[in-house]
Structure formats: C-alpha cells, structure tokens
C-alpha cells in the first residue's frame, strides 16, 4: 500500500518514515513537495502519485503566534486538511488526521472522553477542531482523527529540546506547574497512527471516528522539565543540574491561553487498537538516549 505522509518533515512526520511497518511504500511530501493550502497543488499530487492512503502530519503549530496569524492556521489546519480529505474522497482513500487536546477548554479535573464536550479557548484550537469536523464531514468513516497532547521527539523544535537548551545557558528556570497533561513521544504517536491506519484499513470502516493518544500517566511543565533533566543528566546530555522553581500560569503570560487540565482519556485506544500503555516518563527515557 502506497501512504502519503505529509508534513514529512515534521516531528510526526520523521517519526512515521522511522516506524513505517512491512509492506507500505512511503510517499513522504514535505512542504516543498506539497503545500496542502492549495487544492490544486493537492489534486494534482493525487493524480500524479496515487496514494492509496493518507497520514496528515502537516499543521500549523504555532500556538502563540496563531493568535495573530489566525488566517493561516485556518488556511493549514481547517482548509488544507479539507482540501486532502476532499482528495481522498475523489480517490476513495482513507485517512488519518491528527488533532490536539486543545480542543478541550481544561475546565474538566477528570481524562477528556472523545465525545466530551469540545470548547477551544485558542486560535489554534479552533483551527484544528474546524479541521477535525471537515475531515470526517467529507471522509466519514474513511477518516479517523487521532488527538495527542505535548508532543516531542529527538527531531525538530519542542519542550524537551528547549529545556535542554536553556538548561544549559540559565543559572536557574522557572517552570508553569498549573497546567497538567501527558507528554507524548512522537514515536510512540507514529505507531498509534499506523496501527489505526491498519485498523481502518482491515475492519472495513467499522471503527470510530475519532481516538486520544498520548503517552501514558499525567505531569505538570514543572514535572517534565524536572524528569528532563533528570535523565539528561543521568545520560550525560548535562553536565550541571541548576534550581528549577514551579512559577503559576499567571507569571508566564503567554499571547494563546492554554488549557489548564487537558490529560486525554485512552482506554478505548488501547483496547480498540491493541496499544500498550507507555509511561511518559519511559518514553522520555528512549528519546533522551537519542539524543545522547
Ligand atoms: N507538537 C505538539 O505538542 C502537538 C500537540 C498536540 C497535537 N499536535 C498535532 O500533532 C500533529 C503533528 O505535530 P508535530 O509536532 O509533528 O508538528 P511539527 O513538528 O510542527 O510539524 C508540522 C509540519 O507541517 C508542515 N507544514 C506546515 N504548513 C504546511 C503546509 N501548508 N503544507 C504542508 N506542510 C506544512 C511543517 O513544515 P514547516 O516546518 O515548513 O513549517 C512541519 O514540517 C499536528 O497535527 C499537530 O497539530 C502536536
């Protein structure tokens, strides 16, 4: 089967070219290769390419910056991934899309469901929410949408990688310890897409629409930041720990409000396509022996 991935450059993107399972052939589109904003450029990969499936890895992630740019988050997350599904749809192909626990407005104190109710209180949010609902409008059980929270993974920018960064420069940080959810290996993200991929593909279209993945168990940015460079230094990635202080949301104003609880149920993934849980603190494990 030939799968389209793309945002192949990506986080998610690099993560599926390295878990791909036997018998897929890539077709892995980059930006470059593929702008998902324009339809044209959209239909005419199809024709040339023939994927048989689609992975969306692309999105606008810039969350902050969103709050101003709102047209092209819409044009990336809402309209480009519309555009796709549309394209699938002329070639009666599935796909998956890939959304974000920014969909919940947080206000919950227990794991958000899938059919929870959805409130964005972000630019960002609202994007992929709009993306989410036009894909399987189009799609319907063609399309399965698979939502994941603070992703990282040894490629590309995330929380990790600049914790690092500044672990390194600063003499001391301060770190929000009001906003708790489930850091994610883009790894571990990779494999849950190409099991549902498998899934959709075998079960003839008899699965639900829409799915949470994250790593499992729960931290607040303090609680990461922490493990962070606790194995950093257990690997040797630091050489010196410095004082980390949890700080309040309210001292880090940030332009896009974030959601202060968004820990995403994933029960039903587990059991519906076969996944293990993995302990966000393993699999941070994994990725900072990469790096190292
Ligand atoms: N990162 C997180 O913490 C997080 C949390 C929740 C959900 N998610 C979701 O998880 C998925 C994967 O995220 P990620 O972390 O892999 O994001 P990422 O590292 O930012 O990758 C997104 C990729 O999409 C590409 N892209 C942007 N606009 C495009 C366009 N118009 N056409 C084609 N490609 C375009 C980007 O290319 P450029 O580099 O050229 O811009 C980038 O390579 C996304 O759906 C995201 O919304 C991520």
Redesign the pocket.
Known sequence: MRVLI????????YELQRTVPQGIELLC???EK????SQDSVNSYFDTHKPEAVI??????AVDKAETDTEAAF???AN?AAFLAEACSKHDISMIQ?????VFDGTQSTPYKVDDTTNPVSIYGES?LEGENRVLEILKSKAVVI??????SSH???FVKSMLRLMQEKNQLGIVSDQMGSPTS?NT?AVCCWQALNKLQTSNCQLPSIFHWTNAGVASWYDFAVAIQEEALSLGVLKKSIPLKPILTSAYPTPAKRPAYSVLDKQFTYDALKLPAQHWRAALKETMRELS
């Open positions: 793309t945002g192949a450059n990506g986080q998610l993107g589109a980059d930006r593929l702008d998902i904003t969306n890895a692309a999105a606008y992630t044009a990336v997350n480009g890939v959304s974000t626990d920014f992929k939502r994941t929270a603070w992703v990282y590309g920018n995330n883009a993200l």
